[in-house]
């Protein structure tokens, strides 16, 4: 008998699509505005198998874009909160949690297992090229998220390879770094098109109290964000995802 969870969507992908979601192993890398959401659709859409990776605590800063983010979570690592929640979803989902950030030291480790989709839901440049390298160097399916900061606009979100992106800081850098690396198309992104946005009063660094709550973006001097922009990328890979689990390449 079909669990009566996933019963609408066995309607549409048919039991041998929801199947192959029930057999996949994906990995989350970073779990924030973006990452969070992308995996709260993968557990409600059929995926068996969740890997979340994540060095960061909850804190207040993210609780405006953050799946996981709440008053009564603050101060608690990220991937274990989102663990919970995938559980109380689906118990019967095996989660993975990795309280780590992913770098060139930590990658072997990290990618070992092996993954049917990786989704880079990474913001920090060095670590989204190694990422993407390692995994089309290791044959691993991947998809990554660019810039969805200082976004206000949800209509101009897109999906393309790599290598058609355009209007995208992120995706301008990311192609040329990418080309060093003899990685010129192959890897599809979730972006968008809309023109750069100033900040209302400028961009500024902040120090102190933020190392200690975990919050390195606070770190990072950063950007602006809203509620809507990071959950429509993280659920746009997931479609994607999911679509091509249940082995519709198209």
Known sequence: MIDDRFQRLELLVGSTGLGRLGRASVAVFGVGGVGSYAV?????????RLTLVDPDLVCSSN??????????????????VLAERCRTINPD????????????????ELLEPGYDQVL????????????????????????????????????????????????????????RELRRRRIEKGVPVVYSTEEFRSLAEGRCCSTGTA????????LRA??????????????????????RLRGDER
Do not use: W
């Open 40 to 48: 709260e659709a993968l557990v409600r859409g059929g995926v068996g």
């Open 63 to 80: 609780i405006n874009r953050q799946l996981q983010a709440l008053e009564t979570t603050v101060g608690r690592p990220k991937v274990d």
């Open 93 to 108: 989902i095996e989660v993975i949690t990795e309280k780590q950030a992913y770098t060139r030291e930590s990658s072997a």
């Open 120 to 175: 880079d839901c990474i913001d920090q440049i060095t670590a989204k090229l190694h990422l993407i390298e390692s995994c089309v160097n290791r044959g691993i399916a991947i998809i990554s998220s660019m810039g969805a900061a200082n976004k206000l606009d949800p209509t101009l979100i897109q999906v393309a390879d790599i290598s058609a992106t355009r209007k995208c800081r992120l995706a301008r850098i990311m192609r």
């Open 211 to 218: 190392a200690v709550a975990g919050d390195y973006q606070r």
């Open 222 to 243: 950063p950007l602006g964000s809203c509620s809507y922009i990071p959950p429509i990328f993280g659920l746009t890979m997931a479609g994607e995802v999911i679509n």
